[in-house]
């Protein structure tokens, strides 16, 4: 006699997890995912509820880690059944540029466990580290006649966690930074400028009694957080 199989009414043979929407998403604001953040010590993650139709969640259980499964930075932690989101404040904090993950085990009531993991947050807390600002298209220059217009570039600045996310330049007398006839203008990601129509612009604020002989160009850059820093061209 050949047994092929035994069927017993009202045990479901499950192999199956829990399901949700099949990732984890890094940060607090529903359906968005973050990959970089300034603080290094509050965590957060959110997704979807787990379900199971055969045998229920019965567990559901969180931690953090240096690297996409581990649990280095927040232990397993258990949370109900129905949870779909964790904050966490650590006591130590994370280095600044390192990245953590969090990893999330959904079981159902045959202990069929799923797991997911997030993409990852990447910590950047420091500002990008200044370049260098040079007056005219070559070589840095002191001097200008009237009539020509003035340029600018800038190189060496660097943001090693999130990059650099854009730039603004103004134009501003040197013994009154506040007093700017090219006030800050967004050039996104370009390294250099030439500003027009200058000859014009000052013999307008000589008429006012407002023009200058000696301008310096500054630039403002910020990373992706809007951390800035500002550089002044050469006097």
């Known amino acids: 006699m050949f047994i092929v199989g035994v069927a017993v009414k009202g045990l479901p043979f499950v192999l199956v997890g829990p399901v949700n929407g099949g990732q984890i998403l890094d940060g607090t ?18 997704w979807s509820a787990f379900e199971d139709l055969e ?3 019965v567990s559901v259980t969180w931690c953090a880690g240096s690297s996409p499964g581990v649990c280095d930075l927040v232990k397993q932690t258990e949370l109900t059944s129905k ?5 966490k404040v650590l006591i130590e904090p994370i280095k600044n540029g390192q990245r953590y993950y969090i990893t ?21 807390e420091t500002p990008p580290t200044s ?3 040079i007056d005219g298209n070559g070589l ?5 006649n009237g009539e020509q217009d003035v340029a600018a570039r800038w190189f060496n600045f660097k943001d090693l966690e999130s990059g650099i996310e854009s730039y603004e330049i ?29 000859i014009r612009l000052n013999m307008f604020l000589c008429e006012n009694n407002q023009c200058s002989s000696h301008y310096q160009i500054m630039v403002n850059l910020t990373n992706r957080f809007l951390v800035a820093v500002r550089l002044l061209s050469s006097k």
Request: aromatic share 4%.
């Open 29 to 46: 604001k529903g359906g968005e995912d973050i990959d970089i953040q300034q603080s290094r010590t509050h965590i957060a993650a959110h």
């Open 55 to 57: 045998s229920d969640v």
């Open 83 to 87: 949870s779909t989101s964790i904050r």
């Open 104 to 124: 999330v085990n959904a079981t159902n009531g045959a202990g069929v466990v799923t797991s997911l993991t997030s993409d990852g947050v990447t910590v950047d």
């Open 131 to 133: 370049g260098t600002v």
């Open 140 to 144: 840095d220059i002191d001097y200008l």
């Open 170 to 198: 103004a134009l501003c007398d040197i013994k009154n930074l506040s007093f700017c006839p090219q006030s800050f203008t967004g050039v996104g990601q370009a390294t250099n400028v030439t500003i027009t129509g200058m």
